[in-house]
């Protein structure tokens, strides 16, 4: 039996990274004698022991056979449904995806959404692809109730479930926490949504100036930034770079990406604080019970603050951040860490994870 897997695979995106690999890990103790064809821009780091066939993305002769001689589609996780940005660019992927997914109904086979964000679109166009994809998938398992609400006013709720990220079941061993380390993850927010990297100085200038904050705080503390995308055009490699150079001082170093999620995961268990920016950043850290500020730039980071229950002081505004704002609220972060962790712990809510249909007939169950 054949499945395919798509999502924004092989990128060198640690998010999306751990997000593979726990479905994955997940998917190989409900399914057996599976191939998983998955569309990647490289090979990602897998678990060991599955069939598995990297598919280069984009429509290709690759892709239309993979689909072919597959009886099963899954979207993987991350925020696949939003609409901001560059609009040509999200009404070309929306479509893909709706696209895709009709076109699997019609051929008879089952389409999952496993773990994804849907942030609530505030264009007519992109409601209507996006209410439309849903209401094709056989199966939507959302990994936040900011989602759910959004799949609930567009009346396309009843094949949908509420889980968790995917990355909530990535496996990994635990590092002991270094006292006075100082998590940090940032991302040139504007050079990607908007198009103007100049105005990233803004972050680079805000996010150096909270690390001196940090370090002045107390002579052993320490601060590394965390690369959670390690490619081009995206990445945070050079914005991070630039931060560690404003700062200017022995106790910051850059953290590079890494293609196991679970070193990276377990590197951020070791920080005693974070300030994180991005998404799988602010999960991994809560994950570990890292006290942390999470900076809203996107919905799916106000997500995981409601859900986690997160006080107001974990979450800081973007513009706030460019306001300079960030510096007091880590010199608070220092002095009253437990104002920062979430009231409910990751141990607590975690469930099992999301399952196939019970009624869904597979060879080889």
Same mark, same amino acid.
């Given at each position: 039996?054949?499945?395919?897997?798509? @999502? %924004?695979?092989?990128?060198?995106? $640690?998010?999306?990274?751990?997000?593979? %690999?726990?479905?994955?890990?997940?998917?190989?103790?409900?399914?057996?004698?599976?191939?998983?064809?998955?569309?990647?821009?490289?090979? #990602?780091?897998? #678990?060991?022991?599955?069939?598995?066939?990297?598919?280069?993305?984009?429509?290709?002769?690759?892709?239309?056979?993979?689909? =072919?001689?597959?009886?099963?589609? *899954?979207?993987?996780?991350?925020?696949?449904?939003?609409?901001?940005?560059?609009?040509?660019?999200?009404?070309?992927?929306?479509?893909?995806?709706l696209i895709m997914?009709?076109?699997?109904?019609?051929?008879?086979?089952?389409?999952?959404?496993? @773990?994804?964000? *849907?942030?609530?679109?505030?264009?007519?166009?992109?409601?209507?692809?996006?209410?439309? $994809?849903?209401?094709? &998938?056989?199966?939507?398992?959302?990994?936040?109730?900011?989602?759910?609400?959004?799949?609930?006013?567009?009346?396309?709720?009843?094949?949908?479930? =509420?889980? !968790?990220?995917?990355?909530?079941? =990535?496996?990994?061993?635990?590092?002991?926490?270094?006292?006075?380390?100082?998590?940090?993850?940032?991302?040139p927010y504007f050079?990607?949504?908007? +198009?103007? @990297?100049?105005?990233?100085?803004? =972050?680079?200038?805000?996010?150096?100036? &909270?690390?001196?904050?940090?370090?002045?705080?107390?002579?052993?503390? $320490?601060?590394?930034?965390?690369?959670?995308?390690?490619?081009?055009?995206?990445?945070?490699?050079?914005?991070?770079?630039?931060?560690?150079?404003?700062?200017?001082?022995?106790?910051?170093?850059?953290?590079?990406?890494?293609?196991? #999620?679970?070193? $990276? *995961? &377990?590197?951020?268990?070791?920080?005693? &604080?974070?300030?994180?920016?991005?998404? !799988?950043?602010?999960?991994?850290? %809560?994950?570990?019970?890292?006290?942390?500020?999470?900076?809203?730039?996107?919905?799916?980071?106000?997500?995981?603050?409601?859900?986690?229950?997160?006080?107001?002081?974990?979450?800081?505004?973007?513009?706030?951040?460019?306001?300079?704002?960030?510096?007091?609220?880590?010199?608070?972060?220092?002095?009253?860490?437990?104002?920062?962790?979430?009231?409910?712990?990751?141990?607590? *809510?975690? +469930?099992?994870?999301?399952?196939?249909?019970?009624?869904?007939?597979?060879?080889?169950?």
């Amino acid at each position: 039996m054949d499945v395919l897997v798509m @999502g %924004y695979y092989g990128w060198n995106n $640690t998010g999306d990274d751990a997000m593979l %690999y726990s479905l994955l890990d997940g998917l190989k103790e409900t399914l057996s004698d599976v191939r998983f064809n998955i569309t990647a821009a490289s090979e #990602p780091f897998l #678990p060991g022991d599955l069939d598995v066939r990297i598919v280069p993305p984009g429509i290709s002769p690759a892709l239309l056979m993979a689909f =072919l001689r597959s009886s099963m589609v *899954i979207l993987g996780g991350g925020t696949h449904f939003f609409d901001y940005g560059k609009t040509s660019s999200r009404i070309m992927r929306l479509a893909q995806i709706l696209i895709m997914t009709l076109t699997a109904r019609l051929t008879r086979k089952r389409v999952y959404f496993m @773990g994804v964000g *849907i942030e609530r679109p505030v264009h007519r166009w992109s409601k209507f692809l996006i209410k439309n $994809t849903c209401r094709l &998938a056989s199966k939507i398992v959302v990994r936040d109730s900011n989602s759910m609400r959004v799949l609930s006013e567009m009346g396309v709720n009843e094949r949908a479930e =509420l889980s !968790h990220d995917l990355s909530f079941f =990535l496996k990994y061993e635990k590092r002991r926490r270094k006292r006075g380390l100082l998590g940090v993850s940032a991302m040139p927010y504007f050079r990607i949504y908007g +198009g103007d @990297g100049k105005k990233d100085e803004l =972050l680079v200038r805000a996010f150096a100036d &909270a690390i001196r904050s940090w370090l002045a705080l107390d002579d052993e503390n $320490t601060a590394r930034l965390f690369i959670f995308n390690g490619r081009e055009p995206n990445d945070d490699r050079r914005i991070s770079m630039r931060i560690a150079r404003e700062v200017n001082d022995d106790r910051v170093r850059v953290e590079d990406y890494r293609p196991d #999620p679970r070193e $990276t *995961i &377990a590197a951020v268990a070791s920080c005693d &604080a974070f300030v994180a920016m991005k998404f !799988h950043a602010a999960l991994f850290a %809560y994950l570990n019970d890292v006290p942390e500020i999470i900076v809203e730039y996107a919905a799916k980071n106000r997500a995981l603050v409601e859900d986690a229950g997160f006080g107001r002081n974990a979450i800081i505004d973007l513009d706030d951040v460019c306001n300079g704002e960030l510096s007091g609220r880590v010199e608070d972060l220092y002095r009253n860490p437990e104002d920062y962790m979430a009231a409910r712990r990751a141990s607590e *809510i975690r +469930g099992e994870f999301p399952s196939l249909s019970d009624d869904l007939p597979l060879e080889g169950r």
